[in-house]
């Protein structure tokens, strides 16, 4: 089995006051050490291709059949990213926001009840997601929030929003679902809607993480990267590669660690270690979008 449902909702949930930043990670055991090094075989290229054709119909099905009910809505963001909070200039300054990757809101509409003077942008990969935001919740109006469908790694967002106008950025836990060879052509295309000055909040899957060790032999697309049963890709992030990929998209990092923490499985009576990536990157003011 690659990876349970519960899991993968291990990383909605509130993050406790105990999470530990890191600089250097996680540090596998000897036999973790033994198991991820045994594990040699990738998928078929046939197979990585059709995953990769399919990957639009994937997560439509997969919110197709959990509709709105997979993941938490995340109240914690403002906590983790103070920037939500501190980036305006003034006071009355009403902040434009993108969640790239929205799903189906969990992010956006926590932002929008706490924060009045913000503008939301939101895409999704899948439209099934997209017109759960539009039609589930009172909350989305045409005032503060445009939803609209968009392949990161595709789509030209300037379509939606206006060149350098955004001032932040959120990408909790989307890069990873990206195939590696086309992340920083969604990093660039982000970068043509950031405002000089603006800021990119990064959240997601870090290098060692329980849920990468879970994987099964036959689930490897490549290193760090996996598949799981129902068609969807994990790739687990080290804070060097995903700092390498914003730089090289015309990013500056101001903050990139390891976040360290222990969740209880209570249902199978297991305390796992969990690694996320924490970061934040700055377009810098004097880069000129092409």
């Known amino acids: 089995m690659a990876l349970l449902e519960s899991d993968r909702k291990i990383v909605e949930t509130r993050f406790p006051v105990g999470q530990t930043a890191s600089p250097s990670g996680r540090v596998l055991t000897e036999e973790e050490l033994k198991t991820l090094n045994s594990d040699t075989s990738l998928v078929s290229d046939f197979k990585q ?9 994937n997560w439509d099905l997969f919110y197709k059949r959990n509709t ?14 103070e920037e ?3 980036c305006r200039e003034f006071d009355a300054q009403k902040l434009l926001l993108l969640e790239a990757g929205c799903g189906v809101g969990n992010c956006i509409f926590p932002l929008l009840e706490e924060d009045l003077s913000i503008y939301m942008y939101a895409c999704d990969f899948s439209p099934r997601a997209v017109e759960f935001v539009k039609v589930t919740k009172p909350l989305y109006s045409s005032e503060r929030c445009c939803a609209f469908q968009c392949d990161l790694t595709n789509d030209d967002l300037r379509e939606h929003i206006p060149e350098s106008s955004v001032d932040v950025v959120t990408l ?16 660039e295309n982000i970068n043509t809607v ?4 603006g800021i990119v909040l990064f959240r997601d899957y870090g290098l060692y993480d329980h849920a990468m060790l879970r994987f099964k032999a036959g689930n490897k697309l490549g290193d760090n990267f996996y598949v799981r049963q129902d068609g969807t890709r994990s790739y687990f ?10 730089v090289s998209a015309g990013f500056q990092s101001i903050a990139n660690d390891y976040v360290l923490r222990e969740t209880v499985n209570k249902k199978e009576g297991l305390c796992v270690p969990r690694v996320f990536l924490q970061s934040k990157f700055i377009k810098s003011k004097q880069t000129q979008t092409s």
């Open 172 to 187: 909790i836990f989307v890069l990873s679902a990206i195939h590696p060879d086309k992340m920083r052509q969604a990093i």
């Open 84 to 86: 939500l909070k501190a």
């Open 68 to 81: 709105t009910n997979f993941f938490k809505d995340r109240h914690w963001t403002t906590r983790e990213f």
């Open 194 to 197: 950031v405002k000089p000055g």
């Open 49 to 57: 291709m059709k995953l990769e054709k399919e990957a639009q119909k």
């Open 237 to 246: 992030f080290s804070k060097e590669f995903l700092a390498e990929l914003f």
